[in-house]
């Protein structure tokens, strides 16, 4: 069996993730490279589609079951006219990561079996997430 983190230079692995599956890079090229070697068999996974700091689940694209290489082709897509629509804004994607929303039960549960989502990293995006966890966006009620 080939370790998929032998063919990646700077894919970094959740520690103890025995399924491969869970990880953050800064190479869009690597991060597309991972989803197109995931396995066809996942709970599910989700993406938005949305350059919005904070998007409800209208903006979400999620695919259940069955990852087929159309639906990856898919995913790709969007990452790829994301990152383009964040470099217009002057805000690039500084980190693509594939997490489990189980968390660290996540690392333990066979793909089929666990849901994930994909995150995009750009600074106004974690500005925006300090602001918030400050209490300076107003209250949430």
Same mark, same amino acid.
């Given at each position: ?60 694209? $999620? +695919? =259940? *079951? @069955? ?6 082709? %898919? ?9 383009? $629509? +964040? =470099? *217009? @804004? ?6 693509? %990561? ?44």
């Amino acid at each position: 069996m080939i370790k998929l983190k032998d063919l990646y230079e700077r894919f970094e692995f959740v520690k103890g993730d025995e399924y491969q599956i869970q990880g953050k890079t800064n190479s869009m090229q690597e991060f597309v490279t991972h989803i197109k070697n995931l396995p066809e068999e996942l709970g599910s996974i989700k993406v938005t589609n949305s350059t919005l700091s904070f998007t409800d689940s209208s903006h979400d694209v $999620e +695919f =259940k *079951k @069955k990852f087929t290489s159309a639906n990856k082709a %898919e995913v790709i897509k969007i990452i790829r006219d994301l990152s383009i $629509e +964040f =470099k *217009k @804004k002057k805000d690039p994607i500084y980190q693509y %990561e594939l997490r489990s929303y189980y968390g660290t039960i996540g690392k333990q549960r066979p793909p089929a079996e666990n849901k994930f989502y994909i995150s995009l990293q750009t600074k106004a995006k974690d500005d925006f997430g300090d602001r918030m966890s400050r209490g300076m966006m107003g209250s949430l009620d």
